[in-house]
């Protein structure tokens, strides 16, 4: 007994020590600076001198402010992409998922944009939006249409970002539906063809239903990623946009926070965004629960 | 050639639609080689020119000189290289120590390092910028290497997954040899799940080389910023000018590691993406 107690002791002390790293890093650089942001969303705070603290002020402010309640209403704006993205992604594939020449080929060319960098990406992009000589423009003149100057116009600069984020993003959602697909046992098609169902019942009862937790990861890790757009914007509409019609909640934090030093101002948009996020993952987890008990 | 033999009028539509989509998935990026090629008025032609007349190669050694192309590259390279290798030694330990170590309150441990995962990085960039200026690290590589050095909770998380896979029996066994907990982990356990780091760490190296919004809150002196800050700023400073073929040179070498990295381990990249997603 002696012996084994020891040997546990042993065994704890080890497991600390291995973990200690990624648990001193939570504590330095997470939930530290949290409560920091928490305590500096109260105060008035330029990020040089002291903290005043101001009580409700900050958020007073922030509920009066025009220009964060664009950038709010920007960022979920542009998260209409989601659907549009998980749709396109689900189609190509299922269109992939068949004995078909050349799907490795396609794969690596949907997945490119992926992993390149996002900062390039935007500048290829800035310029294929470009309204004399850019690239989209030139595609649509072939059809006759004359396409705005996209990124300047205070309609189209959301639209735009959102097909470049599309184009951007497709490929990973694609492959995770593609790995999903691949994993759906294959006598379930059969025995479906065998009974008659025609196309849509199989996709609606088999196919769809096989892919829900795929669904749910993509929707879920979309929308807090969409929550936090930044890069884009930064390089695109260096200035927010016309009219700030493209100035995203990050967009604006850091502007506030380190252009403008309002680091008390710019804590509390940061804890409303963290907020937000936190809220809307809570809601698709709950509603997963429910709708995985329905299926039972 | 099964696909002959079964050929189904479907097989062929989906061909020809994701062929159309590839098509548009491929086309900005040779717009953008062929871009960089050009000469000016290539450039501005209309209808666009999608194959230069003659390639104009001076873009690419104009680049080298019209900016800190160079050493965006190497402070990238120093970030990436720290912060992956040192954060991918430290994450595959605490995965194991999470996955087949027994101490109190592991579990508790555990939950509360994956609620991190659920704090996006503007709500704690402020104070993370506070903290280290009063370091004086700002305008040095330092805050964006150290808190890599303290691991990545998306792999530790990923890598604890994959030992619940190795039996728990070899461990004992190791025990009872006497080996020390250090020496389990590096002669059994590192080796046994190594194709699973060599993917995330992967997966860690693009993330942390295409990072943009860390990098230009730390760094202002162009000789200290990362290649995506200096292709933004080529951006900025050129387009005054319309100099797109020198920006789209500079953009297409600041896509090309990340390129060669992706069809050298194309089958690792999408295995892991694809584990990753469908079982979490």
Known sequence: ?296 | MLSLKRFKPTDLLAFIVISIGGVFMIAPLLWTLSTSFKSKAEVFALPPVWIPETFHFEKYIEIWEKGPLLSGIQNSLIITVCVTIIGTFTSSLAAFAFAKLRFPFKNMIFLLLLSALMIPYPAVMIPQFILFSEFGWVDTLKPLIVPGLFGNIMMIFFLRQYLTSVPSAIIEAAKVDGSSYFGIFSKIIFPLIRPAVAAQLILWFMAVWNDYLAPIIYLNSPEKQTLQLVIANFNATYAIQTDYALIMAASFVALLPMLIIFLVFQKQIIESVAISGVKG
């Open chain 1, 1 to 296: 007994m002696k012996a084994r107690s020891h040997l546990y002791r042993k065994e704890s002390y080890y497991g600390y020590l291995f973990v200690l790293a990624p648990v001193v890093g939570y504590l330095l650089f997470t939930l530290y600076p949290l409560l920091y942001t928490l305590y500096g969303s109260f105060t008035d705070w330029d990020g040089l001198g002291q903290m005043t603290f101001i009580g409700l002020d900050n958020f007073k402010d922030i509920v009066a402010d025009e220009l964060f309640y664009k950038a709010s209403f920007n960022t979920i704006f542009m998260m209409i992409g989601i659907p549009i993205e998980i749709t396109l992604a689900l189609l190509l594939a299922m269109g992939l998922n068949r004995k078909m020449f050349g799907t490795t080929t396609f794969r690596v060319i949907y997945y490119v944009p992926v992993i390149s960098s996002l900062a390039a990406v935007s500048i290829l992009w800035q310029w294929a939006y470009n309204g004399d000589y850019g690239l989209v423009n030139q595609f649509l003149a072939l059809f006759g249409f004359e396409g705005p100057n996209w990124l300047t116009d205070k309609y189209t600069v959301k639209p735009a970002l959102i097909l470049m984020m599309i184009w951007k993003n497709i490929g990973y959602s694609m492959l995770l539906y593609l790995a999903a697909l691949q994993s759906v046992p294959k006598d379930y098609y059969e025995a479906a063809a065998l009974d008659g169902a025609n196309s849509w019942k199989i996709f609606w009862n088999i196919t769809f239903p096989m892919v829900k937790p795929v669904t749910f990861f993509i929707v879920v890790t979309k929308m807090i990623g969409g929550a936090q757009i930044f890069t884009e914007v930064n390089i695109m509409t260096p200035t927010g946009g016309p009219e700030y019609s493209s100035a995203t909640v990050v967009f604006y934090v850091w502007k506030k926070a380190f252009e403008n030093l309002q680091m008390g101002y710019a804590s509390g948009m940061a804890m409303l965004l963290g907020l937000f996020i936190f809220i809307i993952t809570l809601v698709q987890f709950r509603l997963n629960e429910r709708s995985s008990k329905d299926m039972e």
